[in-house]
């Protein structure tokens, strides 16, 4: 079959590993688990969670039922926890697909232990304990309670107490002592045998933050965790779009839709096959930058869903053919440097990822896709 090759996304599985290991030299014997959720932050959820195994990743994090019973159909080992915990429903799918539920409320914790009574098998659970995100998670009242009515866990085996920093990528931030310290005393009382706090950025908080498990998703995939400092992450995407065409323009001729960029001087403009439908976002138009070779060009007039316009002027004519290739995402153009343009921040540049992308993956000890 001939190959039929538009915009073209790179995903580089042993930088993901390497990211893994990176992370994992980090923690003094706390166990490292890996956060992929939003089909690994778009990157997808088979390939990477297979590249992580051979790494020795064990244990995985995401969101929704529907994702974990997605990943237990090719992961049959792995210990794969749902932050979510199980909505009115659901319980069934937890114990079928041995998933361990994160119970968020009193409420989740009161239907868990129910639905676990009901049928006479005991379910495995952690909790996690609201430390002043004021999201997910037990607040100080519910925690005193559930500490002094242990029939409240009746059938449950707890693995995790857990909870998530709010700025851990602020290092300097007083909430993290305070969410720390609160963790500290909330933790305990609930009698979980294991604990987790940090995620990718409070991994590098410090060891008190480590504790018996972090959790990694963003650095895992390229982003850095310690934002105005060099990141110690490997970029494990290149996003490509090839030229469709390019035409000359003369000074005050509009560009693109609305006519929100007006030509200053005669100009090359090239037309890009790529856009929003693949998740380059419209936020970049007139504020993205990409890369023709190693010539930086500015993104001109509105992003629209497929077609993108950009200022060639100064790049030779030699690399302007039709089908050239257009680095929108690479070593030259991080995705962080793309999130700060959009004003957005890396995870949204992931997860927008598209599904009209050719798709290849690189490195990983057994990738074969």
């Known amino acids: 079959m001939t190959e039929i090759s538009g915009a073209e996304l790179t995903i580089d599985l042993g930088a993901v590993q390497a990211n893994y290991r990176t992370l994992q030299s980090h923690l003094a014997g706390a166990e490292l688990a890996a956060v992929v959720k939003a089909d690994a932050y778009g990157l997808g959820l088979g390939p990477v969670v297979r590249a992580l195994t051979e790494t020795g990743c064990e244990t995985f994090f995401v969101a929704t039922a529907a994702e974990a019973v997605q990943l237990r159909g090719s992961e049959s080992d792995a210990n794969i926890h749902v932050f979510n915990g199980p909505l009115p ?48 998670g037990l ?22 107490a ?21 963790f500290e005393a909330g933790a305990g ?4 045998p294991r604990h987790s706090l940090a995620s990718s950025s409070g991994i590098f908080l410090g060891t008190e933050y480590h504790f018996d498990m972090a959790r990694a998703g963003a650095a895992l995939f390229g982003l850095n965790p ?10 494990v995407i290149r996003i490509q779009g090839k030229i469709l065409q390019v035409r000359s323009v003369d000074t005050h001729r509009s560009v693109g839709y609305g006519a929100s960029h007006q030509a200053t001087r005669s100009a090359k403009i090239a037309t890009v096959a790529i856009g929003y439908g693949d998740g380059y976002l419209r936020a970049l138009s007139n504020a993205g930058t990409v890369f023709i070779d190693s010539h930086e060009v500015p993104v001109v007039g509105r992003v629209s869903m497929d077609l993108p316009t950009l200022d060639v002027t ?12 257009v680095d929108f995402a690479g070593p030259l153009n991080p995705v962080d440097r793309i999130a700060e343009q959009a004003g957005t921040i890396g995870y949204e540049i992931l997860t927008s990822l598209g599904t009209r992308y050719q798709r290849h993956y690189v490195g990983g000890e057994g990738n074969s896709a």
């Open 189 to 192: 009382p609930i009698g979980a």
């Open 139 to 160: 607040e100080a009242g519910d925690v005193a309670r559930l500490a002094g009515s242990p029939e409240l866990l009746q059938s449950i085996t707890l693995d995790l």
């Open 226 to 235: 310690v934002p105005g400092n060099p990141n110690p992450m490997r970029q």
């Open 162 to 182: 857990l909870s998530h920093l709010a700025c851990a990528d602020q290092p300097d931030h007083a909430m993290n002592n305070e969410q720390l310290a609160a």
């Open 314 to 325: 100064d790049v030779p004519d030699g690399l302007l053919a039709l089908g050239q290739p």
């Open 89 to 136: 429903g659901e319980e069934a799918a937890f114990l079928e697909h041995a998933l361990v539920p994160v119970l968020n409320s009193l409420e989740q914790v009161q239907n868990w232990s129910a639905y676990c009574t009901g049928i006479g098998a005991p379910g495995l659970a952690d909790i996690q304990i609201d430390t002043g995100m004021s999201r997910l």
